[in-house]
């Protein structure tokens, strides 16, 4: 079965600094890997995307690394800006339906 | 721009009572799902539905929840004999396509259920 799981419960960074956030997982037969962000009180929203035939993804502010050989995914932060602070959750999907890992926290101060 | 929305924003119940959520998928999109998130927690699979029918389901899914499509624009999530523990979020996302898309889903903001 598919299980999605995060290195670190919370992250705390420096505004400006850089977050890299990290998740395993164990399903091969993945199709995409995403990362989403939930703010509180507020459904998960979309933040990148990459296929797994690909190893890198870069968006604005954001980069994407999968490694296939360790099943490991990870979300880099550019200059992490205080609107950045929520949970951050890594996603796989295959088939029909989407699984969520357990979420990691992300702190910026200021 | 589009969004999928959900209703009610947040129902109270008495345990043992049925409960349908609402929810208002983005127009064009075909694939439509159901989650849930018990407070603090991670975002939990319950179905997916295309075509009319259930794609998928976990093991959360039992016979006490199903889902309908009853027109062109609504999809409900019902629960015929709440649990205490069926106290959570529950999100309702929808998809366009699969083929030459991308993974996204896009979520409603979520219908609060709470049973006593």
């Known amino acids: 079965g598919e299980n999605v799981g995060l290195h670190l419960p919370t992250l705390s960074v420096q505004e400006g600094d850089n977050s890299i956030i990290n998740c395993a997982y164990s399903?091969?037969?993945?199709?995409?890997f995403i990362w989403y962000k939930q703010e509180s009180g507020k459904g998960p929203q979309f933040i990148i995307d990459?296929?797994?035939?690909?190893d890198k993804r870069q968006g604005q502010r954001v980069t994407v690394l999968l490694n296939k050989t360790v099943k490991h995914l990870s979300l880099q932060i550019a200059a992490t800006q205080p609107g950045d602070s929520a949970v951050y959750f890594c996603?796989?999907?295959?088939?029909?339906?989407?699984?969520f890992g357990a979420g990691t926290r992300l702190f910026v101060k200021a | 721009e589009p969004e999928v929305t959900q209703t009610p924003s947040h129902q109270v119940t008495q345990m043992g009572q049925e409960v349908i959520l609402r929810c208002v998928p983005i127009?064009?999109?075909?694939?439509f799902y159901w989650y849930r998130q018990i407070l603090g927690q991670k975002v939990e699979f319950l179905v997916s539905?295309?075509?009319?029918?259930?794609?998928?389901k976990s093991e959360i899914f039992d016979d006490q929840f199903s889902v309908e499509r009853p027109d062109g624009s609504n999809f409900t999530l019902k629960i015929r004999s709440t649990k205490l523990e069926d106290s959570a979020m529950y999100f309702c996302?929808?998809?366009?396509?699969?083929?030459?898309?991308?993974?996204?889903?896009?979520f409603g903001e979520g219908s609060r259920l709470t049973v006593l």
């Open positions: 127009s064009n999109h075909l694939y």
């Open positions: 990459i296929r797994s035939n690909m």
């Open positions: 996603a796989i999907t295959g088939g029909f339906k989407t699984i």
């Open positions: 539905f295309y075509n009319n029918e259930i794609s998928e």
């Open positions: 996302a929808s998809k366009p396509e699969i083929a030459g898309g991308t993974g996204e889903l896009f």
């Open positions: 399903n091969s037969a993945s199709d995409y």
